[in-house]
């Protein structure tokens, strides 16, 4: 069993930074690409960057390109989500995801990760 445990988040100001962090056990985390989602309330939860087994790959959602940074630390164990010039529509629960299977066509839709983390709540105010 692969568990993920998100941490990080919290409350900032507008134009401020937050750095999340996701510990991954249970499995060779080397072998996975790792994503993280987010949620807003009243909202589906969705993609906002991916990063390749190697970290020699990654991919940003639009709404985040420029702004959030993926990386991720195969030595440690842990993924990390670099996030600048915070915006009040940022303002979600960021989950943490790994992809055991590779990266897909289908890579920004939850359906193809297979471990979730329990979410850490980022909130920026105006």
């Known amino acids: 069993q692969v568990q993920l445990v998100e941490s990080g988040g919290g409350l900032v100001q507008a134009g401020g930074s937050l750095r999340l962090s996701c510990a991954v056990s249970g499995r060779t985390f080397s072998s996975l690409d790792m994503g993280w989602f987010r949620q807003a309330p009243g909202k589906e939860r969705e993609f906002v960057a991916r990063?390749?087994?190697?970290?020699?790959?990654?991919y940003s959602a639009d709404s985040v390109k420029g702004r959030f940074t993926i990386s991720r630390d195969n030595a440690k164990n842990t993924v990390y989500l670099q996030m600048n010039i915070l915006k009040p529509e940022d303002t979600a629960v960021y989950y943490c995801?790994?992809?055991?299977?590779?990266?897909?066509?289908?890579?920004?839709?939850?359906?193809?990760?297979?471990?979730w983390g329990q979410g850490t709540q980022v909130t920026v105010s105006s």
């Open positions: 990063i390749s087994w190697s970290g020699a790959s990654s």
């Open positions: 995801a790994a992809d055991r299977t590779g990266w897909g066509l289908n890579f920004r839709m939850r359906t193809e990760y297979d471990y």
